[in-house]
């Protein structure tokens, strides 16, 4: 909760001095995320390749909000999650600068004995910052590191602090 704070507090500033010719409006768009997986317990941390789609609506040139859907397959473990982010962008023609702030929840699910769960639930603080660029005046390429979740994973009743974090490449529209 204290480094997502720190990178709220941090970022702001950056949105109120910063230039930017594009205006609000709508996007869609997708990528692909390489994430790791690491308990507080220690021990071997879980990889995955995921898929994202994503949407949002720009309030202004400056802010808007966010919403993606990932999904990744390894080893038998599936991983879904959904994320909704508070985004503050600043941009010129060449480039465009963002931080993410928001919340994600989650689920890994695995083949388990027959009457038993087999899920894990997620949630927590999500946060990033990415770097854009345009290829034409609605079409941008984009690379972000996130983490994806910083909180918990409910198993059983029991609960153990999780961090989904990565890197990812993704492409949006602007309507």
Do not use: C
Not at 97 to 118: A, C
Not at 133 to 154: C, H, S, Y
Not at 160 to 170: C, F, K, P, R, T
Request: cysteine-free; aromatic content about 14%; charged content about 20%.
């Amino acid at each position: 909760m204290k480094k997502w704070l720190a990178a709220l507090a941090l970022g702001l500033p950056m949105v109120a001095v910063a230039g930017d010719n594009s205006t609000g409006g709508f996007y869609v768009g997708g990528g692909a995320a390489d994430l790791k997986m690491r308990f507080d317990g220690g021990g071997d941390s879980l990889d995955w390749t995921t898929g994202e789609i994503l949407g949002g609506y720009k309030h202004s040139p400056f802010v808007g909000g966010e919403a993606r859907l990932g999904y990744g397959s390894e080893d038998g473990l599936d991983l879904l999650y959904t994320s909704f982010y508070y985004r503050t962008e600043s941009s010129n023609d060449t480039a465009k600068t963002y931080l993410l702030f928001g919340y994600t929840l989650g689920q890994v699910k695995f083949d388990g004995d027959v009457g038993e769960d087999d899920s894990v639930n997620l949630n927590g603080f999500s946060y990033g910052a990415g770097v854009g660029f345009p290829v034409t005046p609605q079409l941008n390429f984009n690379l972000e590191a996130r983490m994806v979740l910083d909180g918990d994973a409910k198993f059983d009743g029991d609960s153990e602090g999780i961090e989904l974090s990565g890197v990812s490449l993704n492409v949006d529209y602007r309507f």
